[in-house]
């Protein structure tokens, strides 16, 4: 049955409404400072606001590769201002988040030194500008009440606004939520994003939280909302598979399909969490193997329907590699998709790149082997943390390794390692660790007590009746 475009413009409102009316009574234990780092993931998982109002007939003035948009950048600084008062209001302290996060800060610091020799030095400051709201939105998280309800509430906000509106430009305004190549003709579906890529990676942010979040409620105690629940994640999870087909992009499907896996193998018992770095080093090793012996790599190609070139990317690769830059400290944060070699790499192509299309390369290309080497430093130091996360918080111990695996996939065909990107937001809310100050005070009293507490014992069993890995004080 046909609905006419305005009766489901209507019955899409309607429902996003109930779905946030539905999530405030619920009372969740956030503070209402959540609504920016919100704001900010809803823009970036969907148009800037200039792209908005282009396309509902305002004129906002033009938007240039270079200096970007003035209202959007107005829009940003907003937002990061607002998300340093309420840091401020709570009294974060930086000190702190410095010491805990020593990997991030000098990633951060090299990014804004390598400014210096930048061709576009004002430009590459104002991204660098932009990419510092990401720790400052994930910190609003962490300093919430309960970091892990504001995670979640996060992201089931956003997907109230993503989903159910992107299933309602592909349908029925197509003039919003679908497109054609600039160069090939071929139609592709965007949905609320800009393009077809951008719609794969919010399916894929989104459809692993919800396979998390319905790891979660399934091991509730059976109940009216443990039912609801449900049934709102395979909803949800049933319209993200849906858009996922739609966007046709196998490299949102393999990172989601990769990070699921990793997120339930986390899940057996029998698994011995102190040894999962081995256990990883093991994994590597047999995928190696096998491509050694089977060539899986090109059967998995195959599989996914792509050709040897990965959609030409490998010949982007190898053209980019002879582009001459400093191999150590590269063209400055951001600045090597700009100028010159911008506009001889345009016209060298019959589609014109404006990444590296690899996160990894996109990266060398910008900060060098220097940068390259911090990046892989950060993504261990991340991993340690996600390790012991799961002997003190096993469930968001196992979203940080679930979706850093697919962090470290998805940047193999693409690049998100920059600018705006959804994945580079989520990625700091994984990596930033931040000890709130109840816990703090509590520590030091318990620790006053040694004749009580001796020492923290790793063990399985019974907590409120459920099966689960905990840390115990004995």
Known sequence: MHVPPIIASCLTVAVVVFLFRRDIRERPN????????????????????????????LNVGAVTLEEGSPLDACVYFVLIAAGLYVL??????????????????????YCLISIVWSDFPFVAFKRWFKVVGHPIMAL??????????????????????IVPISILFIKYYPQWGRGFGQWSGGAFNTGITANKNALGCDCLILGFFFFWY?????????????????????????????????????????????SVVMVAILGWRFLDKRFIGTYLIIGVLALLAAEWGFGIYAHAIELLGKD????????????????????????GFESFWLGERFQKLAESRWWQPNEA????????????????????????????????????????????????????????????????????FVFYIIALDYRQPEFDSFQRTETNRPEEYEKLVYAEGEIDGKSSDYWHLR
């Open 30 to 57: 956030v503070t209402g400072a959540l609504w920016i780092p919100l704001i900010w993931f809803l823009i970036i998982t969907s148009r800037a606001v200039s792209e908005w109002l282009n396309l509902f007939g």
């Open 88 to 109: 401020h209001q709570r009294q974060a302290s930086f000190s702190e988040i410095i010491r805990n996060n020593q990997w991030l800060t000098i990633f951060l610091l």
């Open 357 to 424: 299309h690899n996160g990894y390369l996109e990266t060398y290309l910008n900060l060098g082997l220097v940068g390259l080497i911090l990046l892989i430093g950060l993504f261990t130091a991340t991993f340690w943390k996600g390790r012991r996360e799961l002997f003190t918080n096993f469930q968001f111990g196992r979203f940080r390794l679930g979706f850093l695996t697919a962090v470290i996939v998805y940047n193999w065909t693409e690049a998100s390692f920059k600018a705006l990107h959804p994945i580079w």
């Open 214 to 258: 319905l790891l979660q409620t399934w091991s509730r105690q059976p109940g009216k909302s443990r039912r609801n629940e449900l049934l709102l994640t395979g909803g949800f999870l049933l319209a993200i598979w849906w858009l996922l087909s739609m966007a046709h992009s196998s490299t949102s499907l393999v990172s989601l399909f990769v």
């Open 140 to 161: 609003i998280i962490l300093t919430e009440p309960d970091p892990e309800e504001a995670l979640r509430r996060l992201m089931k906000r956003c997907a109230y606004v």
């Open 308 to 331: 040897a070139t990965l959609t030409d990317r490998t010949l982007l690769w190898s053209e980019l590699l002879k582009v001459k830059i400093n191999p150590l400290f590269g063209t």
